[in-house]
């Protein structure tokens, strides 16, 4: 069974850090894309960031370019997700999800695997 896990979530003031994990189960991530989705309360979910298949392209949603980071390690089946400077606008259940193929990254039907969500909440 294809399954993602995303951990590394918590509460943690503006201008901390956090770093997502989004680890996979019952296939080889090495072969998949993956993006990095959030949704807020009462907003919808939107992307923020997407690494490729040889990590030799990766994508950000404006707001956080040059904050967040997104990485993999196909070694150890992960991928992760670096967030710095964090504001409270962050805030928002996190989700990872993987693709085989697609046209555009930011497109959540695109993908094929959804992990569960980790929460982050940035607050003083």
């Known amino acids: 069974q294809l399954q993602l896990v995303e951990s590394g979530g918590g509460l943690v003031q503006p201008g901390g850090s956090l770093r997502l994990s989004c680890a996979a189960s019952g296939f080889t991530l090495a072969h998949y894309a993956i993006g990095w989705f959030r949704q807020a309360p009462g907003k919808e979910r939107e992307e923020v960031s997407y690494i490729s298949i040889s990590g030799s392209r990766t994508n950000y949603e404006d707001s956080v370019k040059g904050r967040f980071t997104i990485s993999r390690d196909d070694a150890k089946n992960t991928v992760y997700l670096q967030m710095n400077s964090l504001k409270t606008e962050d805030s928002a259940i996190y989700y990872c999800?993987?693709?085989?193929?697609?046209?555009?990254?930011?497109?959540?039907?695109?993908?094929?695997?959804w992990g569960q969500g980790t929460q982050v909440t940035v607050s003083s």
């Open positions: 999800a993987a693709r085989l193929y697609g046209r555009d990254w930011y497109n959540p039907l695109e993908y094929d695997c």
